[in-house]
């Protein structure tokens, strides 16, 4: 007797007074009750496994009613999973008040509990466990410790990361997996051949495959709970990277390299686009004329120098809003026309010079009888009028030579009259904003029948040469 209570004693219990006969307690299973005594021994459980014992509690005494008034239950590794009653006091019906005590162990080695059942004319039962050698967890053929983080590491969004786990029977009897919760979220799920909770014969394995699949950036948690072992999980989702667009390339389209011609611009792409995108491109203008900064002519359709374009999925060429290619005017200025495509990161040039050349003519219009005020120079009665609208991408005209004709297509005297330009086209263009654009009026006094003056041409001279007008007639 002093050993037994001495080994009580080391246990973290005491010896209990027998229970009344009016008050017993069984152990329930599979409908057969068995006596419980002053101590129940759950026996060994695997660490991480739990055990669950249904109580049941009986009155057999003369008292109409009689109540379950106390209740307790101390000790680590044990808890109450399920009571016939929601609360206390609860009347013992003749069937008995059925309760279910789990026991738990995290660690091997002994346990010890106490369950008390009322405290006058109660029942106290010493409860006696063994944590046993349980499943090791293994990551990567390493141990993982109980409460150890399974990290993994930064996952794009939309992509997902796998990590197999082991639980390895490396004892020497065969274990049942123990029940694994579900996860908590979205980002983190659980698959593979544990979670069917097989018995897994020593040396043996079931795998336990953890996934994380974030979907959205930032920081993520969970709690894998094989029975009584817990491991934080943890992960962070990243933005996917934008997705790589095939470099462009833009093709110009300009028949004549010179001023006042239209073109077209295009863009293609290297191979043909994972998702649908949209780029632009713009145009910029180096004049090679001295003195000038720009030729507002220069431009797009739209009187920008930017064109956007898209690309839908699966196409290898742009799309502008006008089609598949956008116009551009080359302006009346000498110059280099830079086009540049931007396309997500990558970006592509193509340029084109626009060389000097002759003074270009827009319109010609003559007239007859053309008054004037007296004021002006060389007013007279009878006058003849010419208005040549043209352009000069050198800004460099200079002598301006006058051929009038008769109805014979005979020069009219004088001849070719030269005039010297160079000062008023200097003049002019040194306060023009519009490029090489220029509108000259030119008044002539006739001397006789102003009839008799059919037509005229015009000749032009700038630093590339000299052009001439066709016969423009009155």
Known sequence: MIRLLGWLMLAGCFLAPPASAQLS??????????PVGSIYDFGPVSVGSASDVVFRLEYTGSATTYYLTYFSLAGTGFSVLQTDWTELPAAVPAAGLNFTVQFQPSVQGSYGGNLQLNQTDGISVILLATGAPGFTVLLNNQVLAAGQTIGFGNVQVGSTE??????????????????????????????????????VPPGASAELDVTFAPGAPGQQQATLTIGALSFPLEGAGIAAPPPVLPQPSIQVNLPTA?????????????????????????????PSVAEVDDDPSIAFSDGTLSANFSVAQGASSAQFSGGSTASFGTGTTAGTLTFTVMLGSNTAQASVVIPSGVIGIDAAVAARNVGCLPSELYCTAVNVQLQVNGWDNTRSASQLVFQFFDQSGNTIAPGNITVDATSAFQ????????????????????TGNADDVVAVQVQFTNSAGTSQTARITF
């Open 25 to 34: 307690l069984y152990t329930v299973q599979g409908g057969v009750q068995t």
């Open 162 to 199: 796998t990590l197999k786990l082991l639980l390895s029977n490396q004892t020497a009897a065969a274990l049942t997996v123990p029940a694994i919760s579900p996860l908590s979220g979205t980002a983190f799920s659980l698959a593979g051949a544990a979670l069917s909770g097989p018995a």
């Open 427 to 446: 003049q002019y263009f040194a306060g023009a904003d519009l490029g090489g654009v220029f509108g000259l009026s030119a008044l002539f006094p006739v």
């Open 258 to 286: 010179a001023s006042a011609q239209q073109g077209t611009v295009s863009v293609s792409l290297a191979a043909a686009a994972p998702v649908s995108a949209s780029g632009t491109v713009t145009l910029a203008f180096q």
